[in-house]
C-alpha cells in the first residue's frame, strides 16, 4: 500500500536560515512525489514534483527537494527561509504502478513550518 | 482568473439537512477530484472522475454523491447531513489519470460546519 510520513509535526526556523521539511514514502513500484503549500484558510498551492531524472527538484518560491531512492525519502528544503514562507506542507505520492486510479494521491500528515524574525 | 473555482467558501448548517457545494475549473483538465481534509488537517481523496466518468469513490458514504454534469464541473451533494461531515472540502483537476504524472491544483476550498 503507498503511505507517506511527515515526522515533524512543527519545524521552526529562524528567517535567513537553512530550512528542511522532511518526508518519507513506501510504494510498490517507482514514486511520483509532490509538494503542496497551504497558507491559512487557503487551498493547496503545489510547489514541486518528482518524477524521473534529477533528484534535485527545484520549484516555486526558491524551494527544492531531494529524491533519495535508498532512504525513500523526498525532503523539502530551502536555503534561506523568510516569515512569508509560515505555513502548512504536505508531501504527497503517487505509486506508478497502480493505473488507472484516477491519479489518486496519498498525503501526508502536514509539517506546520514557522520561521521567526 | 481563478483556475479552480468553489462555491460557497464557508456553509453552516443544520445536523439531517442536504446541500451542495459547487467546482468549476477552467483550465480545460480531464479529471476533477474532491478531497476532504479534516479538523486535524489531514487530507483524503473521496472522489475522482476522468470526463464526467467516476473513477475513485474511497468508501465513502452513500450520503455522499458527486455529479460531474460536463468535464469542467464537478458537484458534490450531502444528503443528511451529520455533525461529522464538518470539515473543508477541497475540490482539484489535473490534465489525466493515466500514467499518474500530472500535478494536481486545488480549490481554495469550502468549510462546512454541521452544527
Known amino acids: 500500500a503507498q503511505s507517506v510520513a511527515q515526522p515533524e509535526d512543527q519545524v521552526n526556523v529562524a528567517e535567513g536560515n537553512p530550512l528542511t521539511v522532511k518526508c518519507t514514502y513506501s510504494?510498490?513500484?517507482?514514486?511520483?512525489l509532490f509538494w503542496y503549500v497551504q497558507y491559512p484558510n487557503r487551498g493547496l498551492q503545489f510547489l514541486l514534483k518528482?518524477?524521473?531524472?534529477?533528484?534535485l527538484v527545484k520549484g516555486s518560491y526558491g524551494f527544492e527537494a531531494e529524491f533519495n531512492k535508498s532512504q525513500t525519502s523526498f525532503h523539502l528544503k530551502k536555503p534561506s527561509a523568510l516569515v512569508s514562507d509560515s505555513a502548512l506542507y504536505f508531501c504527497?505520492?503517487?505509486?506508478?504502478?497502480?493505473?488507472?486510479?484516477?491519479?489518486?494521491?496519498?498525503f501526508g500528515q502536514g509539517t506546520e513550518l514557522s520561521v521567526k524574525p | 482568473d481563478t483556475a479552480v473555482s468553489q462555491t460557497p467558501k464557508y456553509l453552516v448548517t443544520q445536523m439531517g439537512n442536504d446541500k451542495s457545494i459547487k467546482c468549476e475549473q477552467n483550465l480545460g483538465h480531464d479529471t476533477m477530484y474532491w478531497y476532504k481534509q479534516d479538523s486535524k488537517k489531514f487530507l483524503k481523496i473521496m472522489f475522482s472522475y476522468n470526463n464526467k466518468e467516476l473513477i475513485i469513490n474511497e468508501t465513502v458514504p452513500n450520503r455522499f454523491s458527486p455529479k460531474s454534469p460536463d468535464k469542467a464541473h464537478l458537484n458534490l451533494h450531502i444528503n443528511s447531513l451529520e455533525l461529522g461531515d464538518s470539515a473543508v472540502y477541497f475540490c482539484?483537476?489535473?490534465?489525466?489519470?493515466?500514467?499518474?504524472?500530472?500535478?494536481?491544483?486545488f480549490g481554495p476550498g469550502t468549510r462546512l460546519t454541521v452544527l
Open positions: 482539484a483537476s489535473s490534465q489525466a489519470s493515466a500514467g499518474g504524472t500530472d500535478t494536481q491544483y
Open positions: 518528482y518524477i524521473t531524472g534529477d533528484n
Open positions: 504527497a505520492v503517487r505509486d506508478s504502478h497502480i493505473y488507472n486510479q484516477g491519479g489518486k494521491l496519498i
Open positions: 510504494v510498490s513500484g517507482n514514486p511520483y
